[in-house]
């Protein structure tokens, strides 16, 4: 029997990205093995770039931001982030609410201006940029222009359906690519809309599934070709019906409101090279992954929590990457990278962080979810593929094959008290003594 060099890394609530040497070799039966299936690419893992991030890393100094952006950007750091999101106009995280052209009845985008975004977002990521010029960006507005929504308000509303106004949002959406890439940022992805089924107290816009259809096929694709873009468009961010039960009451057995209505056009689809799911989109994400295996897909958004960021909630988040990688998606996108304590947005959620800066003290702090990301991010690099996993630890973990042989396994055990693991990796079975609680991450060096 051949043995490979292992690498095993532990996170617990006693030490964070332990690394353990204590495993073994054993002939007895695995209860976790690879099982030779292939499946999807990884493109990577990213975050969004938010107003009030670059407002809270501004407590800092030049040296602890160059230690924050190297951990998150850099290849060598811990998450090596390849793909990042940002929004068009404001988020629900932006220190006040705009978009790129207020100016009533500008269907011409004479006035369209990113120059708001000189102040937070563009400084924000071209930092990010110094760590890591190959990183690619996916954008989606929050709420169009005011004048172009009924009622007239980035909170709450839809798009006026009146061919002029589709017309004109179409043409921001070109202007808003080809100002970014003048900046040097190039946008590789435009999600349509953020959380199409969200009528918000913060900027939003409602749009049904046959809304997005039609303006995807004769708006946004036709304008993407008449100006050379060759930024994909993307059906998202979906954040799909929730509670089902509201679907199940209007008796429908479609849960497939959104991506089914438009993929099954022909014209639209024509147009559409991913699907992006977030929130409630994790109940839908397996119907549309089954009925069109050829797309990529993107979560797009982490779920936020409440601000504690407790290691209870980064339990639930690493329960998300497990689902959402063992049903198809080819990214994972963290919410906000940086934030104050307790994250309260303008508007008063508050909302968890990877990494909170304290403005008082001027110090950082890790958080748990920052290690349930650097668990993934860290080894599984752009390109690996997931392999199929069977065994009584199927449901806890998630494995990758990276593009140079090695094999990268995951796991969680959530158990109160340590449990073995028996994880047999084709001609050897390896032994783990999983603490309490814990995250792994197990590196076969093939």
Not at 71 to 93: E, M, Q, V
Not at 177 to 199: F, S
Not at 276 to 284: I, L, P, T, V
Request: glycine residues 6%; negative net charge.
């Amino acid at each position: 029997m051949m043995s490979y060099p292992v690498e095993w890394y532990s996170t617990s609530t006693q030490e964070a990205w332990a690394e353990k040497k204590s495993f073994s070799y054993t002939e007895e039966s695995a209860n976790l093995s690879l099982n030779g299936e292939l499946h999807q690419l990884v493109e990577g893992f990213g975050g969004c770039f938010n107003e009030l991030g670059y407002i809270a890393l501004q407590h800092l100094s030049e040296e602890q931001r160059h230690e924050i952006f190297y951990s998150l950007f850099h290849p060598d750091g811990d998450h090596k982030f390849t793909i990042c999101r940002l929004p068009i106009g404001a988020s629900d995280y932006a220190e006040k609410w705009y978009s790129h052209n207020e100016t009533d009845g500008d269907l011409e985008m004479k006035y369209f201006s990113i120059d708001r975004d000189f102040k937070y977002l563009i400084p924000y990521i071209k930092e990010a940029q110094s760590y890591n010029p190959d990183l690619k960006f996916f954008a989606s507005p929050w709420s169009p222009p005011t004048w172009m929504k009924y009622p007239k308000a980035y909170n709450y509303g839809t798009l006026r359906w009146e061919k002029e106004i589709l017309e004109a949002y179409a043409l921001y959406f070109v202007k808003f690519v080809q100002a970014y890439e003048e900046q040097g940022i190039p946008i590789h992805q435009i999600h349509v809309q953020n959380e199409v089924i969200a009528d918000q107290k913060f900027p939003s816009c409602v749009w049904t599934g046959e809304q997005l259809r039609e303006f995807i096929a004769d708006y946004l694709g036709p304008a993407f070709e008449q100006h050379g873009l060759d930024t994909e468009i993307w059906l998202g961010t979906i954040n799909a019906p929730d509670p089902w039960e509201e679907l199940l009451k209007k008796r429908t057995t479609d849960f497939d409101d959104y991506a089914g209505i438009v993929l099954s056009d022909p014209k639209a689809y024509s147009y559409i090279k991913g699907v992006g799911y977030q929130w409630a989109g994790k109940n839908a994400i397996k119907r549309t992954v089954d009925s069109y295996p050829e797309l990529r897909y993107m979560q797009t958004e982490n779920e936020c929590g409440d601000g504690e960021n407790s290691w209870d909630y980064a339990r639930y988040v690493y329960n998300l990457y497990q689902h959402y990688f063992s049903h198809g998606v080819n990214a994972y996108i963290y919410w906000n990278m940086v934030l104050e304590p307790r994250g309260r947005s303008t508007w008063g959620w508050e909302q968890n962080s990877m990494i909170t800066v304290d403005p008082q003290t001027k110090q950082y702090t890790f958080n748990p979810e920052y290690y349930v990301m650097k668990h993934f991010a860290h080894f599984i690099a752009p390109g690996s593929r997931r392999i199929g996993l069977q065994g009584t630890w199927t449901g806890k973990s998630v494995a990758f094959r990276n593009p140079d042989g090695e094999i990268v396994v995951v796991i969680n055990n959530p158990f109160k008290e340590a449990r073995r693991l028996n994880l047999n990796a084709g001609d050897q079975t390896l032994s783990f003594e999983l603490e309490a609680g814990s995250f792994n991450t197990i590196v076969i060096k093939k």
